[in-house]
């Protein structure tokens, strides 16, 4: 999405350790405007499948879930975490291993709002090494609830998450896929 | 606001120890377009005042915020907080105790986004003893910017938060205001 591409071009900050601050925007401060279009794209790269609810996890998902959820017309849903939430019967739960925190969080969602019935669209702000959106399909796949597919807003192609998961059969459309950036030079190179 | 009074009557779960849960449309499973008439009905209430920037706290309030923003036609910041941030001259900090989990956040927004030209509205989704008000308050009188207004989705009105902040001259609207709620028959009283 050429828009969003030209945006981390302009705005994004590429640090040393692979490390892409996208603050300005989409993490911290938002433009609204922009996260309407990338709604509307992946309504648009998602038309031909059924969904019947967004899943996302705390909190960066949020904002671009809840504005894509308008074009789709369904709820959103958020997974909580914290490093010590009492698990029991009414939650579905996972453990993710964030890189960013060093640190292991419990992940849950209530059973109320996952089902077998639900079309489930992934969506998040980042796809890295792919942990967040791995415990998001556990808690799809515990609760019956069927993945049509992931939508990301930027991918980082050259960690391993995308390629793992499009290799186990999910369906991933990233709105930008970075294939190589350089902290010296401030390059970066989108797939085409 | 009869639409989100109706729903929280319908909807709302309330607990012991004065608790409501609406966790089936605000703040776990989120229903957007009945954020879109929240956030529209926000725009109507604070339209005679100059708004440059939302702020919200992470997570709850960022999908209220974020739909907000839109008929505001500004961009939304989301402090964030953490057991355990590294406070640096970087950003604007704060501390804010959860009744809920029973801890102390430091709380931080980074100077990039928050400057003595702002004009901020603050949006989160409950008010009821007010420490994340204050501690966004305390944020935006760090760096300058001028509070125009704090809009709510839910204020517990039996509670002091919101007499508080209005005793001190913050402007607080509140979608929905419960004056009392009842665990036992279930009612609930709004103000009128």
Same mark, same amino acid.
């Given at each position: 999405?050429?828009?969003?591409?030209?945006?981390?071009?302009?705005? $994004?900050?590429?640090?040393?350790?692979?490390?892409?601050?996208?603050? /300005?925007?989409?993490?911290?401060?938002? *433009?609204?405007?922009?996260?309407?279009?990338?709604?509307?794209?992946?309504?648009?790269?998602? /038309?031909?499948?059924?969904? =019947?609810?967004?899943? =996302?996890?705390?909190?960066?998902?949020?904002?671009?879930?809840?504005?894509?959820?308008?074009?789709?017309?369904?709820?959103?849903?958020?997974?909580?975490? /914290?490093?010590?939430?009492?698990? *029991?019967?009414?939650?579905?739960?996972?453990?993710?291993?964030?890189? =960013?925190?060093?640190?292991?969080?419990? %992940?849950?969602?209530?059973?109320?709002?996952?089902?077998?019935?639900?079309?489930?669209? %992934?969506?998040?702000?980042?796809?890295?090494?792919?942990?967040?959106?791995?415990?998001?399909?556990?808690?799809?796949?515990?609760?019956?609830?069927?993945?049509?597919?992931?939508?990301?807003?930027?991918?980082?192609?050259?960690?391993?998450? $995308?390629?793992?998961?499009?290799?186990? $059969?999910?369906?991933?459309? /990233?709105?930008?896929?970075? *294939?190589?950036?350089?902290?010296?030079?401030?390059?970066?190179?989108?797939?085409?």
């Amino acid at each position: 999405m050429k828009l969003l591409e030209d945006r981390i071009r302009k705005d $994004g900050n590429i640090k040393a350790g692979n490390v892409l601050k996208v603050d /300005s925007f989409l993490n911290h401060q938002i *433009d609204i405007k922009l996260l309407n279009e990338m709604g509307k794209e992946l309504k648009r790269v998602f /038309s031909d499948v059924e969904v =019947t609810k967004i899943l =996302t996890i705390e909190a960066s998902g949020i904002a671009i879930a809840a504005i894509a959820a308008q074009y789709f017309e369904v709820p959103v849903v958020f997974a909580k975490k /914290s490093v010590s939430i009492n698990i *029991d019967g009414s939650v579905y739960s996972t453990k993710i291993e964030s890189f =960013t925190h060093k640190r292991i969080y419990d %992940v849950i969602v209530s059973k109320k709002y996952l089902s077998a019935e639900d079309k489930i669209l %992934v969506v998040d702000d980042f796809l890295a090494n792919g942990c967040a959106v791995d415990g998001l399909i556990d808690l799809i796949e515990e609760s019956g609830a069927q993945l049509q597919g992931v939508g990301i807003a930027i991918e980082k192609g050259f960690q391993e998450g $995308g390629k793992r998961l499009r290799g186990r $059969g999910v369906r991933v459309e /990233s709105l930008a896929i970075i *294939d190589a950036m350089n902290d010296e030079t401030g390059e970066i190179v989108f797939r085409q």
